[in-house]
């Protein structure tokens, strides 16, 4: 089974600049998260989906950040213009709404979009 | 609102000993509780899942416990190996409508030979 597929993997922009970053789920995932992570802290949820349909948004910076999620499936993360404070790992997450084996709600990771703005 | 805290910090020790890693969350009505794994550079690894109606999971050297009424979960590794180091994560999954589930800091492990 594939995992969650992000890209890229590091992307360097200068602050005011624009930046996607786009995330594939698991096949079947219902529930779609992004998150961000600053260097020695736990990740913060920026927005959750089901479907394609926002389920909670309000840790996500509205007046930078947008997130779309078309189809229930793929997702992009766009950060509009970037601050210098925006530098972090962007993490995307899936879970299934009925688990096998009892995992119900079990979140899965990609290896994440690390942002450096300069 | 969830607050999740991760407890130490940071962690040393040698080759062979047994650890324990402590996860408090401040809402018993919890869905679930997850335990990760994250080496630096990379994205979280799924290490350990316990439902709201189980008291503990095992996975080889990996013991989760959770005491909902406490608001606490303990990660309990037996015999460290250098493998081991990296950062270990928990997250706690809110039982009510959204669903959504928060992450403490994070224990920043290191096992030397």
């Known amino acids: 089974e594939a995992g969650v597929a992000q890209s890229p993997r590091y992307k360097i922009i200068e602050k005011r600049q624009s930046v996607a970053f786009w995330c594939n789920p698991i096949s079947g995932h219902a529930t779609l998260y992004w998150y961000q992570q600053i260097l020695g802290q736990g990740p913060k949820l920026l927005i959750q989906?089901?479907?394609?349909?926002?389920?909670?948004d309000s840790q996500l910076p509205k007046d930078r950040f947008s997130a779309e999620r078309l189809k229930g499936v793929d997702s992009t993360l766009k950060i509009q213009p970037a601050k210098l404070e925006d530098s972090a790992v962007y993490l995307c997450a899936s879970s299934a709404l009925r688990g096998v084996g009892g995992r119900v709600g079990e979140l899965f990771f990609g290896e994440g979009s690390r942002l450096t703005v300069l | 609102k969830q607050e999740v805290t991760q407890i130490p910090a940071a962690l040393s020790v040698p080759e062979g000993e047994n650890l324990v890693l402590n996860c408090s969350f401040t809402?018993?009505?919890?869905?679930?509780l997850q335990w990760f794994r994250q080496d630096p550079g990379k994205g979280l690894t799924s290490l350990l899942l316990?439902?709201?109606?189980?008291r503990e999971q095992t996975s080889g050297r990996l013991n989760a416990s959770l005491d909902k009424s406490s608001g606490r979960s303990t990660l309990y590794i037996a015999a460290s190996q250098p493998g081991d180091s990296a950062t270990y994560l928990c997250?706690?999954?809110?039982?009510?409508?959204?669903?959504?589930?928060?992450f403490g800091r994070g224990t920043s492990l290191i096992v030397h030979p």
């Open positions: 809402d018993s009505a919890i869905y679930n």
């Open positions: 997250a706690a999954h809110a039982s009510g409508g959204s669903y959504i589930p928060t």
């Open positions: 989906f089901q479907n394609n349909g926002v389920v909670d």
């Open positions: 316990i439902q709201s109606s189980q």
